[in-house]
């Protein structure tokens, strides 16, 4: 059975750096790529990016570039999000799931339990 | 970016009853169209991609329609395991958006 694994809640203060994962098991993560959602609290879901672990392509959205790192270990079937300098407005919870394709559809149908960032003085 | 719009934000229905979601995307998407079901406290759980496909595991129940810029989900019989927040997202370019959620629950 395919799973996400996410790393444990984090509570960091403005200004600290932070790099939360992602690992896969029941399959190689190679294979798919793998995406990052944000939701902060009480709100909808957002898009923040994608990579493909086999080789680090990566692509982001344009409300996240710069503002976040996605990045892949394919050797530990383990992908991360990191932030350089954390806001108190990344407080949310961010999700991996994995992006897979149907007849060139594609959706995300394997997602983690999710990480929680509180960012707080 | 292609912005993904959904109607109602809420609504309140008994069980039993037939429930329609809408979502409007600002361009076409043709069938790139993805459903999602989020429960309190939980991640979302895929039911409807490629705007009809039903996830395998889903309840036929749900089932999705549109193409173009309109789709719809609809619940054919509401139970009470289906109150949740529901998603559309577009797979036709990056970003891919979501819509803002319509959240369902029981009368």
């Known amino acids: 059975e395919v799973q996400l694994e996410q790393s444990g809640a984090e509570v960091k203060k403005p200004g600290e750096s932070l790099k939360i994962s992602c690992k896969g098991s029941?399959?190689?993560?190679?294979?798919?790529?793998i995406a990052w959602v944000r939701q902060m609290p009480g709100k909808g879901l957002e898009w923040m990016g994608i990579?493909?672990?086999?080789?680090?392509?990566?692509l982001y959205s344009p409300s996240f570039q710069g503002q976040v790192t996605i990045s892949a270990d394919k050797s530990s079937s383990t992908a991360y999000l990191q932030w350089s300098s954390l806001k108190a407005s990344d407080t949310a919870i961010y999700y991996c799931?994995?992006?897979?394709?149907?007849?060139?559809?594609?959706?995300?149908?394997?997602w983690g339990t999710g990480t929680t960032v509180t960012v707080s003085s | 970016d292609i912005q993904m719009t959904q109607s109602p934000s809420s609504l309140s229905a008994s069980i039993g009853d037939r429930v329609s979601i809408s979502c409007r995307a600002s361009?076409?998407?043709?069938?790139?169209l993805n459903w999602y079901q989020q429960k309190p406290g939980k991640a979302p759980k895929l039911l409807i991609y490629?705007?009809?496909s039903l996830q395998s595991g889903v309840p036929s129940r749900f089932s999705g329609s549109g193409s173009g810029t309109d789709f719809t989900l609809t619940i054919r019989s509401l139970q009470p395991e289906d109150c949740a927040t529901y998603y559309c997202?577009?797979?036709?370019?990056?970003?891919?958006?979501f819509g803002q959620g319509t959240k369902v629950e029981i009368k």
């Open positions: 799931a994995t992006s897979r394709s149907s007849s060139h559809y594609y959706y995300m149908d394997v």
């Open positions: 990579i493909y672990p086999g080789d680090s392509y990566t």
């Open positions: 029941g399959y190689s993560l190679t294979n798919y790529w």
């Open positions: 997202q577009q797979s036709y370019s990056t970003p891919r958006t």
């Open positions: 361009q076409s998407i043709i069938t790139y």
């Open positions: 490629g705007a009809s």
